[in-house]
């Protein structure tokens, strides 16, 4: 069993930034691929980031294009927390961003390949 808890959410003017905070206990942190996905209201849930496990011991990060550039996913092993940094926001980026983890470490992209996940954090962004 993972219990996946997020934070850091909040209310920022466009063009701001905000870090998210997702931590994880149980299981074995640093083998798993662990998401960003948000929803918007009134829209389906979609995925934003992921940071995976790579044969070399590394961890490869990968986006959605509607964030690239603007996101960054890190973690933090010894504390078994990965964050988003989310920097020149937009009010398009307002959504409730949940925290998932998936107990493999692959590329994974879809909702339903992941094992556990976070009650989310409101993100508001105004205009």
């Known amino acids: 069993q993972v219990h996946v808890v997020e934070s850091g959410g909040g209310l920022v003017q466009a063009g701001g930034s905000l870090r998210l905070s997702c931590a994880a206990s149980?299981?074995?942190?640093?083998?798993?691929?662990m998401g960003w996905f948000r929803q918007a209201p009134g829209k389906e849930r979609e995925f934003v980031a992921a940071?995976?496990?790579?044969?070399?011991?590394?961890?490869?990060?990968d986006y959605a294009d509607s964030v690239k550039g603007r996101f960054t996913i890190s973690r933090d092993n010894a504390k078994n927390t990965v964050y988003l940094q989310m920097n020149s926001l937009k009010f398009e980026d307002t959504a409730v961003y949940y925290c998932?983890?998936?107990?493999?470490?692959?590329?994974?992209?879809?909702?339903?390949?992941?094992?556990?996940w976070g009650q989310g954090t409101q993100v508001t962004v105004s205009s």
């Open positions: 998932a983890a998936r107990l493999r470490s692959d590329y994974e992209s879809r909702e339903g390949l992941y094992d556990y």
């Open positions: 940071s995976r496990r790579s044969a070399f011991s590394t961890y490869n990060a």
């Open positions: 149980g299981g074995i942190f640093s083998a798993y691929t």
